[in-house]
């Protein structure tokens, strides 16, 4: 079956500094993969999104890159926040000609400090 | 604003009572679904609908029932709350091609069962 694999948190960093959250997949087909952030008490917003291999998703300084012969989704931000902390999901999803399903990662937390 | 309502945000029930989730949304979305959210295992799907009178069940669906009679509405139901229940359940829409526009949930109900 499908499944997405995320590093474990928490994920504690400084401001400005250089992220990197893992991601990888396993999926029979060629997914479509999304990044998701939950800030706290809130419900999950997309933050970006690619669709098929080589594609960059990129939102609020945020970028990550369909990786296919790696499987990897990684997501990246050069310098981030305090602003940015909150628990970041990677997804995959399938279009099986009635509808997509999402299948999550476990999630990962994100603390920036100052 | 245009998204998807969930109701009640929060909610304490006694092990053994029925209630119901509610899920709308305005965005003429043919694809709704419930996830449920426990810590260290990310998002799991619990039922989902392709459309108005058309439902089937996701990942985890034992001990919860779902109906579509409507486009905008969703709702979830619990027949004999458990502890294992306890949980936040998400629910989301997107149009069925879901990986182009990606999803959009609403922003949570907390339930506990005791």
């Known amino acids: 079956g499908n499944s997405v694999t995320q590093m474990e948190g928490p994920v504690t960093l400084s401001e400005e500094a250089f992220l990197t959250i893992n991601c990888t997949y396993t999926?029979?087909?060629?997914?479509?993969l999304f990044w998701y952030v939950q800030y706290p008490g809130e419900g999950l917003q997309l933050l970006l999104k690619?669709?098929?291999?080589?594609d960059k998703g990129s939102n609020k300084g945020f970028e990550a890159t369909y990786r296919k012969e790696t499987t990897s989704f990684h997501l990246e931000k050069g310098s981030v926040q305090v602003s940015d902390s909150a628990v970041y999901f990677c997804?995959?999803?399938?279009?099986?000609?009635?509808?997509?399903?999402?299948?999550f990662g476990t999630g990962t937390r994100l603390q920036v400090t100052l | 604003n245009a998204g998807v309502t969930q109701t009640p945000k929060f909610q304490v029930l006694k092990t053994g009572q029925s209630m119901t989730l509610q899920c709308a949304q305005d965005?003429?979305?043919?694809?709704m679904s419930w996830y449920r959210q426990d810590p260290g295992m990310g998002l799991r799907l619990i039922h989902y609908?392709?459309?108005?009178?058309?439902?089937d069940q996701g990942e985890v669906p034992n001990g919860y029932n779902v109906s579509r009679s409507t486009t905008e509405d969703f709702p979830l139901r619990l027949l004999s709350a458990a502890p294992s229940q306890t949980s936040v359940y998400f629910c989301?829409?997107?149009?069925?091609?879901?990986?182009?526009?990606?999803?959009?949930f609403g922003s949570g109900t907390r339930l506990t069962v005791v």
């Open positions: 989301a829409s997107s149009t069925a091609e879901g990986r182009t526009y990606g999803y959009t």
């Open positions: 997804a995959l999803s399938f279009y099986t000609g009635t509808a997509s399903k999402l299948t």
């Open positions: 690619a669709t098929k291999a080589d």
């Open positions: 965005m003429n979305h043919e694809y």
């Open positions: 999926a029979t087909g060629y997914p479509s």
């Open positions: 609908s392709v459309g108005a009178g058309i439902t």
